[in-house]
């Protein structure tokens, strides 16, 4: 009776939904090196890992105290799944001094992060068939993240300075477009939008009736820790994302949230009671402690970003295969490889198969930074030093050998 029940193979009706071919995104082969070099190092190997955003910090010492108060006095019970009111309202409050816009708690909804917050966003605003554009060059997720509701992310060109080709976004802009996105900081350019770019954004969502997603995890990092937003001009159709992850180094705490219309958050809600239902309240109240302390959290991530870029930039200058693109924001750099030969997803491999070094192919963010790796030089100052003195051997030794074995094939 057991065999009769137990198939040696698949029926053909035990087949994976269509979803799972969505979620991989065409940016997900990027990721290989990455998860190679995380897994040679906790097999105790040398490596050294620039290809993700994880500041070499630590969550300010408040935060961690808080939550550890939390958990020895039993906060591990069910919590609200939009977050708990306390919490919201603190959210409500940073985002009202960072936007000038007019929110309370009802407007927040509190994720898993705000990569979270993108994907219930997106299951918010799209549907199957409907088109969300964003701005070259962007975050490798943002596919996968966008698509998963059945909607198609549409890609806006940018110029050769990274910034986006506003006379070109009206363009791409059809009568299935329901949202344009856009994060800023970029990542990875660092580029921050500007009053003008905002201003053209902001013309083609009400002529066409379009919602806007702004991710701005890197907000805390950009000069002053501001940067120019719609949400209080355009509040009826601004979503706004935000997480602590890289202002206060809480990458693992998964603390993120979107800011929006009290309908689209009422949505969101159930969206997060489906999904989570909801989170740890000590982290939760860890996050109430960072909010608390964000002034001081985000002016020490922003000088420790500017240290560490200039560090990176002049252990790196000089080498003839590289061009650095100086980033406004952030914790990212891009550098165009072309002169090496190599397109960026080349440039990846070769790099780590013989120095060891992980970086992102370019070419995950669009195809406008093919030519291009993305580095991340939030890192110890001795393994950045490290990573550049790679770079250096790599370009000097191992890519003249690399041509010459291409020529001889």
Known sequence: MLEMLTP?????????????????????????????????????????????????????????????????????????????????AAIAQAHRARSGQAVSGDNVVYFAGAQ???????????????????????????????????????RAPCTDEWRPDLAALGSVITPRTRAILWASPNNPSGVVLNEHELAVIAELAQRHDLWLIADEVYAGLAPGGNVPSLAARL?????????????????????????GPTALAAHAEHMAMCMLFG?????????????GVAAAAEARAREYCAARQRRFAAGIAGIEQLRAATPEAGMFMLLDVVASGLTGGEFMRALYDARRVSVMDGAACGAATAGCVRICFAADEVMLDAACDRLRRFCAQDLPALAGAAKRA
């Not at 105290?65 to 069910?78: F, K, N, Q, V, W």
């Not at 070259?136 to 549409?154: F, M, N, Q, W």
């Open 8 to 88: 040696a193979t698949h029926s053909k009706y035990v087949q994976f939904s269509p979803l799972v071919q969505r979620i991989g995104g065409d940016g997900a082969e990027a990721w290989l090196t990455h998860y190679a070099a995380v897994a040679a190092r906790e097999r105790g190997e040398d490596v050294i890992i620039l290809s993700v955003g994880d500041p070499d910090l630590a969550t300010p010492a408040a935060v961690i105290e808080r939550a550890i108060e939390c958990l020895r006095a039993g906060d591990t019970h069910y919590t609200p799944a939009a977050g708990r009111p306390a919490l919201r």
């Open 116 to 154: 979270n917050a993108l994907f219930v966003t997106s299951l918010c605003v799209a549907a199957p068939g409907d088109e969300v554009v964003t701005f070259e060059p962007l975050y490798p997720t943002y596919p996968a993240t966008i698509e998963v509701s059945g909607a198609r992310l549409v």
């Open 235 to 259: 509040p009826e159709r601004v979503v706004t994302l935000g997480s602590l992850s890289k202002s206060h180094a809480m990458t693992g705490w998964r603390a993120g949230w979107l800011v």
């Open 279 to 291: 989170l740890p309240g000590f982290v939760q109240e860890a996050a109430i402690a960072a909010l």
